[in-house]
């Protein structure tokens, strides 16, 4: 299994996945940047500095659910399925991300939680669309998503991944809410 979960491995791996999630759903991700234009009247793609493996500052894709600091009607539905997360594909495709690992965070959230506790075991792996604590974790609390990001880091192996991916999956067909509500 140590040959398999080889860092080199992983990487083509996540970059062939992505390649292929990335063409099959160009049309739904068009689709809805149109939307975004067309109903939110403003440009669909979101660009923000964010921390990545061994502490490289990087530029997280996503699509825009945002206006004026408000979540708009078509921006809640694509962060309740995660559709807005697609363009991070590109991310993975340029060796910033991996498919699963800890999601990656705002600068100045790593400066004011992690540095100020001199904790840099976070980044020693690529961050990911999906991970442990977004797939299991029922808060964006710090602490409780440093435990899990963690634990995630030091039991890394294929069926960890494996259980992330489908929990990730049933999250996503069943949207966010319902899952964050059903777990409680």
Known sequence: MSFIYNNYIILMI??????????????????????IITFDNHYPIFIQERIGKDMKPFNIIKLKTIKNNIETPIGSFLRQYSIDEIPQLINIIKSEMNIIGPRP?????????????????????LPGITGYHKAFGDSDEPNQR????????????????????IK?????????????????
Do not use: A, C, H, Q
Request: no cysteine; hydrophobic share 50%; glycine share 2%.
């Open 168 to 184: 990730t999956i049933l999250n996503t067909i069943k949207g966010k809410k319902f899952i964050r509500y059903f777990n409680k």
């Open 14 to 35: 996540n970059k062939i996945i992505s390649l292929i999630l990335l063409i099959i759903s160009l049309p739904v991700l068009i689709f809805f940047m149109l939307l």
């Open 105 to 125: 965070l705002l600068k100045d959230e790593y400066t004011n939680i992690f540095l100020k506790k001199n904790i840099n075991d976070r980044t020693l792996i």
């Open 146 to 165: 440093f435990e899990m990001d963690m634990f995630y880091i030091k039991n890394k192996n294929f069926e960890l991944d494996l259980f992330i991916i």
